[in-house]
C-alpha cells in the first residue's frame, strides 16, 4: 500500500526495485549515517534485499520516500511492543533532497498510518548530537523526552486515531492507495 503524503512526496513500500535505485544515495551518504546509526562503510545491497525478502508488514516495515517520482530516502519501523501499543520508527533522507521537508511530512504520514492500526505511541531513539533530527522529532505533537541513554535521547510521540481529532492546519494526511 502506497500512501500519498502530498502532492509531491508519496511513500511507497520498500521492495527490491526501489531498494536498488535507493542504495547509491544511501551509499553516498553512508558515512554521514554512520554517525547515527551502526552501519559498516562495507554496507551492501544484498543486505537490503535481504531484508526485503524476510519482512512482515505492517510492523516490520520500510517506505521508501519518493520526491516528484524520484526516490529520495525511506522511512521504517521496528521493534513493534504489541503489549504497550508502540513502535520505533526511523528516517533518513539523501543529503540532496534534505531542508524541503520531506522528512517532517513523511514522518507525520507514518504516524497518521501506524494511528490507523491502533497503535498507541510512536518511539524515536536519537543520537545526543544529532541536532536535525532533535529538532525535526521536538516539533512532532505531543514529543516527549523519555528517557537518556548512553550516548542517545528516546522520544515518544502519541498517536492519533484517524477522526479522533481535528488535523492541525498544514498537517498532512496519509492517503492509502
Excluded at 79 to 99: C, M, N, T
Excluded at 124 to 129: E, H, L, P, S, T
Amino acid at each position: 500500500m502506497d500512501l500519498i503524503v502530498n502532492d509531491s512526496i508519496r511513500l511507497k513500500p520498500i521492495d527490491r526495485e526501489n531498494a536498488a535505485l535507493l542504495f547509491p544515495l544511501f551509499k553516498a551518504d553512508l558515512k554521514e549515517i554512520s554517525q547515527w546509526f551502526p552501519f559498516d562503510e562495507d554496507y551492501k545491497l544484498e543486505y537490503d534485499l535481504a531484508y526485503v525478502d524476510e519482512k512482515v508488514p505492517p510492523f516490520d516495515e520500510t517506505f521508501v520516500i519518493y520526491r516528484n517520482g524520484e526516490p529520495c530516502g525511506r522511512v521504517g519501523l521496528y521493534d513493534h511492543d504489541q503489549s504497550k501499543g508502540e513502535i520505533y520508527l526511523y528516517y533518513w533522507v539523501a543529503s540532496p533532497f534534505r531542508r524541503k521537508h520531506i522528512a517532517l511530512d513523511s514522518v507525520l504520514a507514518v504516524m497518521d498510518y501506524l494511528g490507523s492500526l491502533g497503535l498507541k505511541r510512536v518511539l524515536f531513539d536519537v543520537k545526543k548530537g544529532n541536532e536535525y533530527s532533535i529538532a525535526l522529532i521536538r516539533s512532532l505533537p505531543g514529543a516527549v523526552l523519555l528517557s537518556v541513554e548512553a550516548g542517545g535521547l528516546i522520544y515518544a510521540c502519541p498517536l492519533r486515531r484517524p477522526g479522533s481529532e481535528k488535523s492541525e492546519p498544514g498537517s498532512t494526511a496519509p492517503i492509502p492507495v
